[in-house]
């Protein structure tokens, strides 16, 4: 039945998050905006203060709606400090997504990044030149390769990685892995400098001749070839509507700030008047409000169809690549609107405009969630829409 | 709890619509639309789905269902998909039956309701706009003057549907309390219909010109009485339920061009391989689903009895923009042949340009 409606857990959790961002998030965004991949002792402080409620993101049996809501208000905090969060990163959705019961109880405690990119493929994960040998002998997994833009790969403990059995299999034979900390042959070999979400470090990992226990593969390690890569993939339906939730949580930071900017100048965006009537401003507000509830109204369908396990990877990709867009571009405009005090950093709205970029290109840029639509509406295989 | 689905009532009105689009509106969209004429027909049978009778109270003759916007626009949505300019004409009487069920007072609904219930297609309609580049619905010029103990209407509307038939048209004008709506015979005196207007599009549509002139009405003819009407509301139910049709102008139009580009073929290959056409067919699905979302937001809210101004604008602003985009794709898909009357994406074209300017002309 269509009810938009917000779940009273929903907005109570989206409540005790707005406070922490107020207190917390905003009071340190420009510090670690500015102080790049240093120690952020807040939010450890933070983690441990929340841990008696259960947590920022309240575990894993929360419902994938409660989860966008509360991921739109942290990001609405700050964006890098949501994903450099204590309690866990990407990799914990992929292992929450996937693994058995056996799995969540060993990896379920601690915190995990996801590698997947590679110096030489992003997108097209099915070029993943990271390998996979099963040693018969010792019954483990030896990886080797290189994975770059590994999001939170220093703060956290674990990382999902990406490999494949058999190179010649192509897509079906990639499998994801749980690398631990400690790992041998598992190295940490470079921090990244960005444009934005700069409190989350992102790195790049050399595995070398790195050996796991056979339990530590994701899903099955059989090869399929008809639709193996899909269980892969089908991570990305229950995690893109997270980054999309955090492309319209920047967003809607840097238009309230706008509104309320503007309000101090005597500016007010009216919803009851005529085109004629209103100023180049108002209307560009006006579109912005439009183009944001679009996105998020998009976001939502696609978290709901998760909550009822039906399968969403066109509304996932919609919501996706509707909010990666919309937030790069409502950022921009406000920045604009806001003209010198817009650009300078004594503002977070130029951070914003930096922070928010992210979202348009990470867990697939807004050209593969077309290529992702545009091939599911159609009906069409990968080669016959490239 | 959020949840984007149709429940079983909802799929129920969807699929009957869509059937009955597909049966009676699409033959007719073409023919209609090049010889501006409205098929009579078509409106007796959308009257005999019983969508009007449906929504009354049975004290007023109805069926006494329970009248949801919601459902409304679902339906809205469906007929604008079959075609534009019919579906405004069939939905036409709605534009009087809805502000007096929602406003109207007992007598009034007793009076004027039981005429929709009946088994032939009711002629009535509203004038809200008016004939100027700066219309704007908060600032109406026509007027309403209380002088010995009627009301006196003056001022010229446009973009009155059907009102050369119409029984009795429902006047927006602005009076001592606000925004006032006066039922008004479609022969009283001081009322004058001129000459049908011509449109870019919703050419099937017959749209009039209307004057009015000292026209004297009893004041039992304003609608809610001394109370008045929630014109906020009313304006909002109209923007929901036009927004709901320009998703099915869009979602026309996307469908064919989707059709178009696999079976046309280009360079050894259906067009649909290529990305740049790929990726508007994209985008065009995104969108219709995104302003379906905020339709459905914005009726739902007004169901719900809440003020739904900032709903409805932003859906209205946001479909109206969307719709032109998602039509003006469908036309540069089709190429060439897209600008020729055989194909119909042109004129989802040219009715898609509506929306924009539309106020009032439909209501949920």
């Not at chain 1, 929903?10 to 991949?37: G, M, P, W």
């Not at chain 1, 040998?133 to 994975?147: F, R, S």
């Amino acid at each position: 039945m269509i009810d938009f409606e917000l779940s009273p857990e929903a907005l109570k959790a989206q409540e005790r998050v707005r406070t922490i961002c107020e207190n917390v998030f905003r009071k340190i965004s420009r510090k670690y905006d500015e102080n790049e991949h240093s120690e952020m002792p807040e939010l450890h402080e933070l983690a441990e203060e929340l841990k008696g409620e259960g947590g920022l993101r309240g575990g894993m049996n929360r419902d994938f709606l409660t989860n966008v809501i509360v991921t739109e208000e942290l990001s609405w905090g700050d964006l890098g400090l949501t994903l450099a969060w204590p309690e866990g990163g990407l990799g914990n959705a992929a292992i929450n997504a996937v693994a058995t019961p056996e799995q969540k109880a060993r990896f379920g405690k601690a915190t995990a990044s996801m590698a997947i990119t590679e110096p030489g493929c992003g997108s097209d994960t099915s070029n993943i030149t990271t390998t996979a040998k099963l040693d018969p002998e010792t019954n483990e997994w030896i990886i080797n390769g290189e994975k770059i833009f590994i999001t939170g790969g220093k703060t956290y403990d674990n990382v999902v990685v990406w490999a494949t059995l058999d190179r010649s299999l192509g897509r079906a034979a990639i499998k994801s892995f749980v690398v631990e900390k400690g790992a041998p042959g598992r190295e940490l070999v470079k921090l990244e400098h960005k444009l934005g979400i700069r409190s989350s470090d992102t790195v790049a990992m050399v595995f070398n001749d790195c050996r796991i226990p056979y339990e530590n593969i994701l899903g099955s390690p059989e090869i399929k070839t008809r639709g193996g890569f899909k269980g892969a993939m089908a991570t990305f339906d229950a995690t893109r509507p997270g980054v999309a939730a955090m492309g319209i949580g920047v967003a809607r930071a840097a238009l309230d700030f706008t509104k309320e900017t503007l309000e101090k100048e005597g500016i007010t965006i009216p919803y009851d008047k005529g085109m004629h009537d209103l100023s180049a401003v108002q209307k560009a507000v006006l579109d912005m409000e439009a183009e944001l509830e679009a996105a998020r109204l998009l976001t939502w369908r696609a978290a709901t169809m998760l909550n009822k396990g039906v399968r969403n990877s066109l509304e996932a990709s919609m919501g996706k690549a509707k909010a990666g867009r919309m937030a790069t571009l409502v950022t921009q405009r406000c920045v604009e609107i806001l003209g010198p005090c817009g650009y300078s950093r004594d503002w977070l709205v130029e951070k914003w405009m930096r922070d928010c970029k992210i979202t348009d290109i990470f867990e697939g840029t807004g050209q593969i969630q077309m290529l992702i639509i545009a091939r599911q509406i159609l009906g069409y295989t990968r080669a016959e829409l490239k | 709890m959020a949840d984007f689905s149709l429940n079983e009532e909802q799929k129920l009105i969807q699929e009957t619509m869509r059937e009955f689009a597909q049966e009676e509106f699409r033959k007719l969209a073409h023919e209609s639309d090049e010889s501006s004429t409205l098929q009579e027909d078509a409106l007796e049978k959308v009257c005999a789905l019983g969508i009007f009778s449906s929504s009354i109270p049975e004290e007023y003759g109805g069926h006494e269902m329970e009248r949801s916007a919601l459902n409304t626009i679902i339906m809205a949505e469906e007929l604008a998909w079959g075609d534009l300019s019919i579906a405004l004409g069939a939905l036409s009487p709605l534009l009087m039956m809805t502000p007096i069920l929602e406003s109207g007072t007992e007598d009034q609904k007793k009076k004027w309701l039981p005429n929709f219930c009946g088994e032939s297609f009711y002629a009535s309609t509203a004038a809200l706009m008016e004939p100027r580049v700066s219309f704007d619905p908060f600032a109406l010029q026509t007027t309403a003057e209380e002088r010995g103990g009627k009301a006196v209407l003056n001022g010229v509307k446009c973009m009155v549907p059907l009102a050369d038939r119409a029984r009795q048209i429902l006047v927006y004008a602005k009076g001592a309390s606000g925004m006032e709506a006066y039922i008004v015979d479609g022969d009283a005196a001081g009322l004058s219909v001129g000459e049908r207007e011509k449109y870019m599009g919703l050419r099937a549509l017959p749209l009039f010109t209307v004057t009015l002139k000292d026209c004297e009405v009893d004041l039992d003819r304003r609608v809610g009485g001394e109370k008045g009407i929630d014109y906020n509301r009313l304006l909002n139910l109209s923007r929901a339920s036009l927004c709901a049709m320009a998703v099915g102008i869009s979602r026309a139009s996307h469908e064919y061009a989707l059709e178009y580009a696999k079976e046309r073929v280009a360079f050894g290959e259906p067009i649909a391989y290529r990305q740049s056409i790929a990726f508007m067919l994209a985008e065009s699905a995104m969108e219709v689903d995104a302003m379906r979302l905020l339709a459905w937001r914005a009726a739902w809210k007004l169901d719900r009895g809440e003020d739904a101004t900032r709903e409805s604008t932003l859906a209205k602003r946001y479909c109206a923009d969307q719709t032109m985009k998602v039509t003006d794709y469908g036309v540069q898909i089709l190429g060439g042949h897209g600008y020729i009357r055989e194909h119909p994406v042109e004129r989802w074209f040219r009715n898609g340009r509506s929306f924009a300017a539309l106020e009032g002309l439909a209501i949920a």
